[in-house]
């Protein structure tokens, strides 16, 4: 943003021993200053890093007479602004990959070209640079080491030269979410439905916001180990589900991952064992309580699904006939 007048020393005599240049922008002065010519037919004076504007000059000699008359104000001449610079914006697209994305800014000599600086915040260095169209409105950085902050700083340049770099976009850590701190819970409601609940961890400062959870229920045999029987999704925003149709007689486990932009948690701890099993009953007792009366007492099986009837059979001496009451369970 330099402003260069140039003039022609007239041709007299005495000689001009000096110049008076003055500058000024927009109708109003802005600068004066005081030249030696000598003897130089033309001379110049560059007046150096200038507020954007419109400009004009005159000059005026002296000599061993005194001042000579003032010119007439030169053509105008413009001079344009650098372009200003907003914060750029970050966004994850892997865990080590992420994406700088900025707005064009208004100038009044098109933007052209812009600087993307992606700076460790950590290491306080800037990790990469590039230089771009400034049309494309955004760059990746590729083979980053995960799970450090970053940040973006932008400038543009126009015909007028390089403009500021701006400021420091919101700081990112390219880093998963964080392990649940809690297994989930499983409750076995029906003998063909089951409910999971959990709790999605809490964003951490920086690290791009939790998207999906992933809920896997693994069988457990005896003589083997856990297998996967359902893998279900879900958003992160919900902390419950309802599972139906799973294969009765065996017991079940859950556990969780979160996924955000750079990648998946670790799996958290598995709930606690629910069986689907039907209830297994011991031999009950009989005990005569008066001539024609006899008592049966009994256990309640333990599971995680309650028994909720129970049915008595009672026969006589070695007779096939049976006789049945229906009980609450407890």
């Not at 707005?103 to 230089?131: F, H, I, M, W």
């Not at 770099?165 to 439905?193: D, I």
């Not at 008066?290 to 309650?306: A, N």
């Amino acid at each position: 943003r330099d402003v260069c007048v140039s003039w022609v020393t007239p041709n007299c005599s005495p000689r001009p021993t000096g110049c008076i240049v003055r500058l000024r922008k927009d109708f109003q002065l802005f600068h004066e200053v005081t030249n030696e010519v000598w003897c130089q037919p033309t001379s110049a004076h560059v007046f150096c890093d200038v507020d954007p504007g419109s400009y004009q000059a005159n000059v005026y000699f002296v000599n061993e007479n005194g001042c000579g008359g003032t010119s007439p104000w030169s053509s105008s001449v413009v001079v344009h602004a650098t372009p200003n610079s907003s914060p750029p914006r970050l966004s994850a697209l892997s865990g080590t990959c992420l994406r700088v994305m900025w707005d064009v800014p208004n100038s009044t000599l098109p933007v052209t070209r812009c600087q993307v600086l992606l700076v460790n915040e950590g290491l306080q260095r800037v990790a990469s640079q590039k230089y771009k169209p400034a049309f494309e409105c955004q760059c990746d950085f590729a083979d980053l080491p995960s799970g450090l902050p970053y940040c973006a700083k932008i400038r543009f340049s126009n015909g007028a030269g390089w403009g500021e770099v701006s400021s420091s976009s919101e700081l990112l850590k390219l880093k998963v979410p964080n392990r649940a701190m809690s297994p989930p819970t499983m409750e076995a409601l029906t003998a063909n439905c089951m409910q999971i609940r959990w709790k999605t961890p809490q964003d951490e400062q920086h690290v791009p916001k939790v998207h999906s959870c992933e809920v896997r229920i693994d069988k457990l045999e005896i003589g083997f180990g856990p297998s996967v029987e359902k893998i279900l999704k879900f958003p992160a925003t919900q902390t419950e589900c309802f599972v139906n149709g799973l294969p009765l007689g065996f017991d079940y486990q859950a556990s969780l991952t979160f996924t955000n932009a750079v990648g998946t948690s670790e799996r958290s701890q598995r709930s606690t064992v629910v069986s689907l099993c039907r209830p297994k009953a011991s031999p009950p007792v009989l005990e005569c309580v008066g001539e024609d009366k006899i008592r049966v007492r009994w256990s309640i099986p333990e599971g995680s699904m309650p028994p909720t009837a129970c049915h008595v059979w009672v026969k006589s001496g070695f007779s096939e006939r049976l006789s049945l009451w229906d009980h609450d369970a407890a």
